[in-house]
């Protein structure tokens, strides 16, 4: 019974693999043949096969995986071992895959060897790996951002990191350090918000990285197309523009301009 639904997982993956260009599947949805073959098989295609870990399989599996182009995207609650992370990153390099690391809870001062610790999340950083981060549910220091921020552009990764609430100053050094930097449009409440926007952008694309916009509640046309010329990334989470309406052609503006996947965590849209 068990090779049954082995063999019905494989057959549902491959099926996906043939008709859709990337996929993404947590690591309880199928077992390590069926993930080994669909990698192999999107990597064919030029496509992505983008496995999230959360601690089902050993290292020496994922490795296997990355190595086939599985682009693995793990966390510090699934992974919390610098020595793991180097492993899969060598692989992911093998594979021309990448590893993505969601750092979850806070950042401390501890020893190297704690996995809250900034000193780990740098170590992860310098490893090959892209480091993401968020402020939903706790305050970030500008300071050990930056940092990590250098920390991973120097070893060729990146920071990327989901910004809620009002604009912070020290968000333009963030950029400055090569971090990619997500924030929704509720983020611009005054116009000093709107005047620090625009550093923030500046900074982040003559570090070579960039600001994605996630428009929520909307925003004039002509401060969004502005925010566009300057260089930002603008992804759009309101219903679409009337065909009339002065926002459709930025809209469709906006839709053509693809944001690297690296840039974001899984999805582009999401805002974690």
Same mark, same amino acid.
């Given at each position: ?6 063999? %019905? $997982?494989?057959?549902? #993956? #491959? ?5 859709? $260009? ?44 990355? @190595? ?43 020893? @190297? &060897?704690?996995?809250? /610790? #900034? ?7 310098? &490893? %090959? ?13 500008? /300071? ?28 333009? !050094?963030? %950029? ?12 611009l409440e005054f116009a000093e918000d709107t005047r620090l926007f625009f550093d923030v952008i500046e900074e982040a694309s003559a570090a070579?990285? !960039? ?5 929520? $509640? ?12 300057? %260089? ?25 301009r693809t944001l690297d996947f690296r840039a974001h965590y899984l999805y582009p849209t999401f805002m974690p």
């Amino acid at each position: 019974m068990a090779e049954d639904n082995s063999l %019905g $997982k494989l057959f549902e #993956l #491959l099926s996906r693999a043939e008709k859709e $260009k990337d996929i993404t599947v947590r690591d309880d949805q199928g077992d390590f043949a069926a993930f080994l073959d669909t990698a192999k098989r999107c990597r064919a295609k030029g496509g992505r096969f983008r496995l999230i870990d959360t601690g089902t399989f050993s290292v020496f599996e994922l490795e296997w995986l990355a @190595e086939a182009g599985a682009d693995i995207y793990t966390s510090n609650e699934a992974r919390p071992n610098t020595a793991e992370i180097g492993l899969l990153t060598r692989a992911c390099s093998r594979g021309d895959a990448i590893a993505a690391y969601f750092h979850q809870g806070p950042l401390t001062r501890n020893a @190297e &060897s704690d996995s809250t /610790s #900034l000193l780990f999340l740098l170590g992860i950083g310098q &490893s %090959g790996a892209h480091v993401y981060l968020t402020n939903r549910d706790m305050e970030r220091s500008s /300071s050990d951002l930056a940092e990590l921020a250098h920390a991973c552009r120097s070893a060729g990764t990146r920071l990327v990191y989901y910004h809620h609430g009002r604009l912070a100053a020290g968000l333009e !050094g963030l %950029g400055r350090n090569g971090a990619w930097i997500h924030l929704s449009d509720s983020s611009l409440e005054f116009a000093e918000d709107t005047r620090l926007f625009f550093d923030v952008i500046e900074e982040a694309s003559a570090a070579g990285a !960039g600001l994605v916009l996630h428009v929520e $509640k909307g925003l004039e046309p002509t401060l969004l197309r502005d925010i566009m010329r300057a %260089g930002a990334f603008v992804l759009f989470a309101t219903l679409p523009a009337g065909r009339d309406s002065s926002l459709r052609p930025l809209e469709q503006r906006a839709r053509r301009r693809t944001l690297d996947f690296r840039a974001h965590y899984l999805y582009p849209t999401f805002m974690p």
